[in-house]
């Protein structure tokens, strides 16, 4: 009985090994490509015995010619893996190689991995490698199209489920209208009380609870990240003896014997001395803090890219490129997937401890997006359709925001201002209530334990004056300067790596590389050793009785007291500590910048706001040093001026805010965000006193930034990328009309329609095959080309193909309607049986006049996500237009 099971089995396999073959010749031999007869029309068998009763599937490897160039040549692929490998694709590029082919077809028998996704998308530029899984070709959608139990209208509504491509671009108006026909179908069934009530509300408070879920999930790994990071950070230079699951901080609260800030308590042991080198004026304690440092550092950067190369390549960098690329409707699959999720949450905690120059807050935004994503399959009005999908990854951006620097309102408005492309009022709503929620749970977990919300609190008790808005100016210009240097160098950089070989097919080598610099590099200056979210601390801070020890705040002839807001304490007066800090600080400058032009791109979990902002705040803290130096001199030579009013041994300056509002400068010029950045700045330090000053170096970094590289860092990664990416920011400068931008442009013989009711099954089988246009126009006629509607390729395609193997009397002759007026058929009559495609069609696309400017054309693709529109004259086809066409004309305008 066991062996007659077995036998039933793997006559089944041989069965589903033979369908599926078929059918990706079938669907090769439909794009044009030559495929023999006999393997064509081949039955089981015959197949059985050729291939044997367990097929080896390398055996049913194939290579095809194309019909129209025999120069096309497409490898047809049976991988032996279940999930396809990056090993498996080096072996197509090799076969690809080998049979001087640039195309292949990938038959994968269940998921592919990140890998090997990534490993596919490195060959992009040179092959077009596809994967098709068997459950597609073996039970595809499209078979059950004429199934008995369907009705009309439902069989159309399956085709419009299908699932879309990777790096493709969404239909906008086909998901919402989508959405608007399930509404409807929920509205009717109200009436089936109580059960269709209860459905109801349940689908109206879906969003909700959806974003209700991405809120407390966002905040909970938020505040795991960023204790996990802290207590990573300190391990490199030693650990609590007695208790070692704290970090160096919470270490010396629970000791509660250090005196001032930076000093190290009994309970906190460095590793010299836990090897019992006491002496730290020793050589040895020297050489063995600084090996320690260096390895962890090194050994934190090695795990991490080693986890983002095997197990999610798509881990690495910022994520904010490629998430408002999401956002804007392309489909990058894997991106946002779970395991992306968990490699750069652990990632991210070992990158951010390594002491790379990089951030949390950029990846938090991908993680929060991540968690949207995956919690959206909880609901399929969410998880099935792409453009409301895109809502709920919407308001996880602005909980990424939130809890990376505890600060809702400005999450809510970087969703709005630099990342989301469709911003509904419903999203706004969403997107502040998951902010909030995000922002609330974070509270609670209390990763800092400072039970504070702002993550850089602030105390000036001074007032500025008008005559600092020149200096703000000026940070404000030096933010739009070094912010451009900075984008300009980095493309430059990632440009080379992505050209150069040694340095893109070697990514853990150059983190290895880079993270050996930066530590070493930074370990003997203490304003680089420390973390850039510890450095920018220090910078906002002003002097008080328990920075004695700092040469920062190394002021003459300074107050002793117990309030830390001593008003005699910034003397303006400089010792000797002062003067060292001054060099380091210049030093440090010069580090984190060359450091982060460096780091931001390596295929580490990285993300760019605080290094910008460390970097603003160091030049801001220079800046006010030295303008608290010159208004020292002018008060203490006895000419009291107007502009400064200010009383004499008073606080009159407070470098803390030049570092405040140097760090919103810097940042405002690498990103070009303007109001999201102010909100975020107010929300970091509790500070609404100096809003104003943020303003003006924020608008100065934006005007002085645009008029040196026209960009922000995250544009220009889209742009070094190539993702298909039309800001919905930007102005369109040429005067233009659809007419010069349409393809096939005057060649009218060019242009590819379908006829409505005058083409026959073999004709439109060999448009598919001729061309690899997405989809087709339909029109009335040849001779007066009115247009009726827009068929996609695909539809036709899963369309004639199930035609041809459920309708006994549909041929290669028979002829394919668009319209109502079908004639009736006649089994036993001469003439093979119509084949009615109208519910295919979009009865309603999106046209516009020859004549229309290329202005309003772009606006409708930007606000409607349209992926083509048509061009008419007097409603007559002319030609079409697509997103690609807009991007490539505007990119050789613009060269």
Known sequence: MLYEEDYERSDYDLSRVWRIRTSALQMCSDRGYIVNSNDLNMT????????????????????LAHSMNSSDRLLVYFPDEVKLTADAVHEIHQQLQRDNATKAVIIVQGDVTQPARQAIHELMPSYTL??????????????????????????????????YGDFHTIDWLRDLARDRMRHKFIANKKQDFPLGLLYSLWDASSGWVCV???????????????????????????????????????????ANDSIYKENDCNSWTSWPEMMHYYNKFSVWYYMIDFIFYVAWALFMAGFAVSLVKVFAPYACGSGIPEIKTILSGFVIKGYLGKWTFIIKSVGLILASASGLSLGKEGPMVHLACCIGNIFSYLFPKYGLNEAKKRE?????????????????????LFSLEEASYYFPLKTMWRSFFCALIAGITLRIVNPFGSDQTSLFHVDYSMKWTFMELIPFALLGVFGGVIGSFFIWSNIKWCRYRKTNKILGQNPINEVLIVTAITATISYFNPYTRKSASALIKQLFDRCGPEDYMMDLCDY????FGSDKVDPNYHTGEFGIGVQTAFIQLIIALICKLVFTIFTFGIKVPSGLFVPSMAMGAIAGRLLGIKVEQLTYALQSGGEHSAYWSCQIGKDCVMPGLYAMVGAAAVLGGVTRMTVSLVVIMFELTGSLEFIVPTMVAVMFAKWIGDAIYRTGIYDAHIDLNSYPFLDNKGEYPFSTVAMQVMRPGTDRSALKVIYQDRMMVGDIEALLRDTNYNGFPVVVSDIDMFVVGFCTRRDLQGALHSARKT??????????????????????????????????????PSTVTDQTPMETVIDMFRKLGLRQVLVTKNGRLLGIITKKDILRFMKEGEN
């Open 44 to 63: 089981l068998p015959q197949f059985k015995s050729v291939y044997g009763i367990q097929p080896i599937r390398s055996e049913l490897n194939v290579i």
């Open 130 to 163: 596809e994967y098709v899984s068997e459950s597609e070709l073996g039970n595809s959608l499209e078979n059950d199209l004429l199934h008995e139990n369907l009705t009309g209208e439902d069989k159309a509504e399956m085709l419009y489920r299908y699932k």
């Open 212 to 254: 209700l879920l991405v809120g407390i999930t966002a905040g909970a790994i938020a505040g795991i990240i960023d204790i996990g990071a802290r207590w990573m950070s300190d391990l490199k230079d030693g650990i609590c003896a007695d208790r070692f699951w704290l970090d160096r901080e919470h270490c010396c609260w629970s």
């Open 392 to 412: 709920i990854l919407s308001a996880s951006a602005a909980a990424g925001v939130s809890v990376a620097f505890g600060a809702p309102i400005g999450g809510v």
């Open 556 to 559: 003459k002839n300074k107050t």
């Open 807 to 844: 309708h006994a009397y549909v041929t290669t002759n028979s002829k394919v309607y668009f319209t109502n007026n079908v004639p009736e058929f006649e089994p036993s009559g001469n003439h093979p049986a119509p084949l009615r495609l109208r519910k295919l069609m979009d009865m309603a």
